[in-house]
């Protein structure tokens, strides 16, 4: 069924070499590992070029910048996404340590799990295919490895449903996000979001990135901390590196949810003594 080989997915594909290096150096020590940003003057990839200019009507730009905004009442800002607790070990300690943190995460967690889990949600709304959606959802569920990541999909699942119902009277798929359960989750939300306000996928997936990269530069902004013009040079890099994290989640065959060590951080930001964020 839909929903067996959806639940499956984390275990069917090995992580890259890349990837799998990262989370075995994490999870075994507490030194960060080494990153390699490769500078260009390439401001933009050919296939984000191509996508952006698919999208120069007014309209849906305008929806993109709205879902890419921290305006946005779905409350991103109360979340470090494990960042808080991986100051706290001391893994995050600078500004280039955040920056390899970053980095890190809009790899393994971006380009493998939330954006592929995104692309195929917004799939199954365009089809109108509640099945698929549920058995997307149940693998935000099920793949969540803390209780606050749990409570953060669920409770930015929920605000960003609302929103959109607050903006759209009437749309096929409301109902359907509406009846996901035990609650919708944030990725199948956006999903949706997107399919309802007609932005084409890729862009975005770009939106999305960057909403999500805008948020965490925040965060270490609060609580590495970091100055202002640190945090632009972290979300700079962070730019340059998302184009190619979309393309990687767009060729995916499926998500894969493989990041022990931001679980392990999650867990531990549960009982720390002293916080600013909400996981």
Same mark, same amino acid.
């Given at each position: 069924t839909m929903t067996?080989? /959806?639940?499956?997915?984390?275990?069917?594909?090995?992580?890259?070499?890349?990837?799998? =290096?990262? %989370?075995? #150096?994490?999870?075994? +020590?507490t030194?960060?590992?080494?990153?390699? @940003?490769?500078?260009t003057t390439t401001v933009m990839s050919t296939a984000l070029a191509a996508s952006m200019t698919r999208t120069t009507e007014p309209a849906a730009? $305008?929806?993109l910048l709205w879902l890419a905004s921290p305006a946005l009442p779905v409350g991103a800002f109360s979340y470090s996404e494990g960042l808080? =607790?991986?100051?706290?070990?001391? #893994? @995050?300690? +600078?500004? &280039?340590?955040a920056a390899q943190w970053l980095l890190s995460q809009l790899e393994l967690t971006q380009a493998r799990a939330e954006l592929p889990l995104v692309a195929r949600a917004h799939a199954a709304a365009q089809r109108l295919d509640a099945a698929a959606l549920q058995a997307c959802n149940d693998w935000v569920l099920?793949?969540?490895? #803390?209780?606050?990541?749990?409570?953060?999909?669920?409770?930015?699942?929920?605000?960003? $449903?609302?929103?959109?119902?607050?903006? @759209?009277?009437?749309?096929?798929?409301?109902?359907?996000? !509406?009846?996901?359960?035990?609650?919708?989750?944030?990725? %199948? /939300?956006? &999903?949706?979001? /997107?399919? %309802?306000?007609?932005?084409? *996928?890729?862009?975005a997936l770009h939106a999305a990135a960057f909403g999500w990269a805008e948020n965490l530069?925040?965060?270490? @902004?609060?609580? %590495?901390?970091?100055? !202002?013009?640190?945090?632009?040079? *972290?979300l700079a890099q962070l730019v340059q590196a998302i184009p190619g994290a979309v393309?990687?989640?767009?060729?995916?065959?499926?998500?894969i949810a493989f =990041?022990?060590?931001?679980? /392990?951080?999650?867990?531990?930001?549960?009982? !720390?003594?002293?916080?600013?964020?909400?996981?």
């Open positions: 067996t080989s /959806i639940t499956t997915m984390r275990m069917k594909r090995p992580a890259t070499s890349t990837a799998l =290096a990262a %989370v075995t #150096t994490m999870a075994t +020590d030194a960060m590992p080494t990153l390699t @940003v490769t500078r730009l $305008l929806h808080e =607790a991986a100051v706290e070990a001391g #893994t @995050v300690r +600078d500004e &280039a340590s099920q793949t969540r490895e #803390t209780s606050e990541s749990l409570q953060q999909t669920q409770q930015m699942g929920r605000s960003l $449903l609302a929103w959109l119902r607050g903006l @759209v009277d009437a749309h096929p798929l409301l109902p359907l996000a !509406q009846q996901l359960s035990p609650a919708p989750t944030w990725p %199948v /939300i956006l &999903a949706c979001a /997107i399919a %309802v306000r007609g932005a084409p *996928l890729e862009p530069m925040q965060a270490a @902004v609060r609580c %590495v901390p970091l100055g !202002q013009s640190a945090g632009q040079r *972290l393309q990687a989640a767009l060729a995916a065959d499926e998500p =990041a022990p060590m931001l679980g /392990i951080l999650g867990a531990r930001h549960e009982t !720390q003594y002293s916080r600013l964020f909400r996981s």
